[in-house]
C-alpha cells in the first residue's frame, strides 16, 4: 500500500489565525486526494476531494472560503482552515488514492490534530 | 444513497474470546466493502476489503468478514482476541463503479480485557 504522511502532526494556534496542513503521498502517485475531519469518539466525515490540478469538489456544509484546498501535485495536497475558531479544533485526516490500486483503495494519512485557542 | 450502521459503540471482550463487530449497510447497487481500524491519534489502516468474489474476506491480524447480500451485512471476526486489538474499528462502503467517496459507519471501540 501507499504511505502517506501529514505534516504537522499537531498544532495549536490561536482564534483567527490561518494554519496549513500538508499531505503527501510518498510513494506512488496520487491522482484523488480527500480531506476528512473527525470529532472526538465519532467518525470520519468527508471534507473535499481534490484531484491533481483541478478545484476540490466540497461536501455540503463545509465552507470552501475557510478550508482551502490544494492539490498542486501528484504528491501534495494542502489543507489551510483559514481563520481558525475553536470550533474548528478536530482531528483532519487525508486519503490518497491512485498508482496501480485496481480497487481504487483508499491510502490514509496518520492525521493532524489542530487545537485552536 | 449509501449507508452504514455500526449498531452501538462499545464491545468489550476478554483476552482470547471471540470478536465479533457487526456491519450493515445499504446500497442500491453493488456495494465494495471496508474494514479499517484506528489507534489512538492515528490515522486508519486497512483491515480487509470485499470488492467481487468470495465472500469470505480474510485480512491482516487474523482479521476477517463475511459478505452476506441477503442481510446486507458485512460482520466482522477474529476468533481469539489479543490485548493489541483494542482499537476503533470502522465499516465502510463504496459504490462499484460510482463515486470513489467512503462512506464510514460510527465506529465501534474495541477493549479487550486481561
Known amino acids: 500500500g501507499a504511505v502517506v504522511s501529514q505534516h504537522p502532526s499537531w498544532v495549536i494556534c490561536k482564534s483567527g489565525t490561518s494554519v496549513k496542513i500538508e499531505c503527501r503521498s510518498l510513494?506512488?502517485?496520487?491522482?484523488?486526494m480527500f480531506w476528512y475531519r473527525q470529532f472526538p469518539k465519532q467518525s470520519l466525515m468527508l471534507m473535499a476531494t481534490s484531484n491533481e490540478g483541478s478545484k476540490a469538489t466540497y461536501e455540503q456544509g463545509v465552507e470552501k472560503d475557510k478550508f482551502l484546498i490544494n492539490h498542486a501535485s501528484l504528491t501534495l495536497s494542502t489543507l489551510t482552515v483559514t481563520s481558525a475558531h475553536p470550533e474548528d479544533s478536530s482531528f483532519y485526516i487525508c486519503s490518497v488514492m491512485g498508482g496501480s490500486s485496481s480497487y481504487n483503495e483508499q491510502f490514509f494519512g496518520p492525521g493532524t490534530r489542530l487545537t485552536v485557542l | 444513497a449509501q449507508s452504514v450502521t455500526q449498531l452501538g459503540s462499545h464491545v468489550s471482550v476478554s483476552e482470547g474470546a471471540l470478536v465479533l463487530l457487526r456491519c450493515n449497510y445499504s446500497s442500491s447497487v453493488p456495494p465494495y466493502l471496508f474494514w479499517y481500524v484506528q489507534y489512538p491519534n492515528q490515522g486508519l489502516q486497512l483491515l480487509l476489503k470485499?470488492?467481487?468474489?468470495?465472500?469470505l474476506v480474510k485480512g491482516i491480524n487474523g482479521f476477517e468478514a463475511e459478505f452476506k447480500k441477503s442481510e446486507t451485512s458485512f460482520h466482522l471476526t477474529k476468533p481469539s482476541a489479543h490485548m493489541s486489538d483494542a482499537a476503533e474499528y470502522f465499516c465502510?462502503?463504496?459504490?462499484?463503479?460510482?463515486?470513489?467517496?467512503?462512506?464510514f459507519g460510527k465506529g465501534m471501540k474495541l477493549t479487550v480485557n486481561p
Open positions: 465502510a462502503v463504496k459504490t462499484q463503479g460510482g463515486s470513489e467517496k467512503l462512506v
Open positions: 510513494d506512488f502517485q496520487a491522482t484523488t
Open positions: 470485499y470488492t467481487t468474489g468470495a465472500t
